[in-house]
């Protein structure tokens, strides 16, 4: 058989490399995603674009208790009501809305135990202060008496 050498042409191309991976869009294999700041996300166009607007907002979707603060335990039971919201809503979405959630129930956890022992402190260094002096002044009244009975005799 005769040995041809292969021309370029329409069947003979080199395969084509990969089309440029998209800038934005879901991290995933064969994307890159390219970071965008908290301040950028804040401005972008939405109905809730401030603390007013976001407390109006969940008040409306019935997500918050109403005329109630917006506590950490609050905040939390509201992400863990957000992911029950729609069944097209992406499992990563779910997953890290239930992240943050948990961790804010940790950190609210803290929060709640260091109030409690930052008052369980204020009340009790004033009446455990108290106490201590009153035992150490009956003990110096104890020590004065027994020294002069023991200088009488």
Do not use: W
């Not at 009446?127 to 008496?145: F, G, P, R, Y």
């Amino acid at each position: 058989m005769p040995q041809t050498k292969q021309g370029v042409g329409p069947g003979n191309d080199p395969p084509n490399p990969r089309p440029p991976t998209p800038n934005v869009g879901p991290n995933t294999r064969h994307t890159t995603r390219v970071p965008t700041s908290t301040e950028d996300i804040a401005a972008m166009s939405n109905p809730v674009m401030d603390t007013q607007t976001a407390e109006a907002y969940l008040s409306y979707k019935l997500l918050c208790l109403q005329n109630e603060p917006f506590t950490l335990p609050h905040l939390t039971s509201i992400l863990f009501h957000i992911t029950q919201m729609s069944a097209n809503i992406p499992l990563p979405v779910i997953t890290a809305t239930r992240a943050v959630a948990f961790i804010l129930k940790k950190h609210s956890a803290c929060e709640i135990a260091k109030a409690a022992a930052e008052q369980l402190a204020a009340e009790l260094v004033p009446q455990l202060t108290a106490q201590l002096k009153e035992a150490a002044a009956l003990h110096v009244d104890s020590i004065n008496s027994a020294s002069e009975q023991l200088t009488n005799t």
